[in-house]
């Protein structure tokens, strides 16, 4: 995938796929990274391992399981999310 570097020049489309590529890049860290991140059980977002309670839905059950961490980081960079995930959160 190419790389966009200049993103007010962009269409809206691309814009969104420079949002996409972006997510990909995160999903990627965390994938090479899963014991730093963990799965929120309430809302399905990606947070850092370190986080008590989720940011985003206020749960404190999470599933710290590296597959599983690793299984919605590629989730959900491969689709639309509104979900919180772990760069957000510093
Ligand atoms: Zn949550």
Known sequence: MQILHNVDKLSPMAKENTA???RAKR???IVRNPTLYKVCMG????VASK???CPNCHSYRFETDESEVVAQAKALSSREQNSVVAEDLF
């Open 43 to 46: 809302c399905d977002s990606i």
């Open 51 to 53: 986080v008590n309670i």
């Open 20 to 22: 996409l590529a972006e």
């Open 27 to 29: 999903a990627r860290r």
